[in-house]
């Protein structure tokens, strides 16, 4: 360490004695007391007390009091007492420098008892044996003094960290109970994207507790780190098998869709023909399975574009065929005008060749185009031919000879049975017998309205 600066030509160096306890293996930092040192300045020492904690001898060996003994705390062999003693007193300045900004930190408040207990115990450390002249006793007292007060609420400080470490180690070990139960799920029946986002979620989790939450013992983080990683890799691996095995089935199912589409490219030259073969094709692309999307939009475009080509081909046939069918309609659409008269007609026998010969102009006009129009055609007529069909069935019922003689025989019943019924009547009535007479006369006329039916 150099000496102050003198007008000699070589400074004189210092030797101080060794000391007699251990120095601290690190000593607060001068940013640690430097806002506290800035508001207030401690006072250095005065003529009076460095003459009487210092003295220096003829060989420059530099002493200090300590209680009533005096130590030897280095040499100045070199210079003049004053200087040895400026020496050493700006090494107890320095040392009271640090007393004095503790105790001004302690009192503003604010910083962290542990802390401060700390550097004090640093700095009491220097102050022991210090190679230094002044009041060192004193600044131990002070020290002490200091470590006193702090203890209460260095003991706070640790109570309330371990609450925040214990409450950190609970969070953090809910986390990780997340993570395991989302990796015991049945892995083979989850939606990927929602696992892999929902594991995201409590990854970013975990970094911001150990960026921002208290710092965990090793042991304990690393054991909750071990737990949580595992989580995290039995779910990773089961992903890359799932997707491994995805790829494979959207390359096996884009091999496929790629052969459907060079088969249905191929169906081109067929034209119309080709639409049955297509629609086979369409079949084996529904069970092709999928591709991924990119792949099966792009493959469906081209296989799309093949049955565009081949329905297009079927329109312009169609179109032509209806083009053709044109007079064809007009020329059914005035048999169903001329089929109106068949109804007209009273005599059956004249209705029904009317409705043949239509039938027979009707084949003649040939097949029609589109097959709607031929239907809806068709039925038109098919609903004279049905009424005409309703007036003969009738016909037959009433003018066939079995149904005639039945029919004649239930008349000669019925009159048998009136002219009875009737006798009964006049008997009743002369007689003055009300209920007989209230019964024959409710049968006869049940028998005459039958009679009336079968048209007697």
Known sequence: MSAPESSKPTPPVPVPAPPAAPLPRKLPSPAAVAPVAAAATPPTSTPEEVAKWGRVS??????????????????????TPEEALAYFVRKYDDIAFKVHALEQRHQAGGASAGDLAKQAGHVLTEATDAA?????????DRLNALTDSLSEATAEEARQAKELVDKAVAERTALV?????????????????QLTAELGALFDEWQAHQQNGPRLSKGVSQQLWKRFRDARAVVDKQRRAFYSELDDAHKAARDAKTRLVERAEALAPRGTDGIPSYRNLLDEWKAAGRAGRKADDALWARFKAAGDALYSARAEEAAAEEAESAPKIEARQALL???????DEPNIKSARALLTRIQRQWDEVGRIFPREKERALDDRLRVIEQALK?????DWKK????TKARANDMSSQLVEAIEKLEAELAAAEKAGDKKAAKTAADALEARRTWLNALGG
Do not use: C, F, H, M
């Open 390 to 394: 309703a007036r003969e069935e009738v």
């Open 132 to 140: 230094a002249v002044g009041d060192l006793a004193g600044l131990r």
């Open 177 to 193: 109970e997340r993570a395991e139960a989302i990796a015991a799920r049945d892995l083979s029946k989850v939606q990927w994207k």
């Open 337 to 343: 005008e001329d089929a109106k008269a068949v109804a």
């Open 58 to 79: 003829e060989d420059g060996t530099v002493e200090v009091l300590e209680g009533e003994t005096w130590r030897v705390v280095g040499q100045y062999p070199d210079g």
């Open 399 to 402: 003018n066939n000879p079995e």
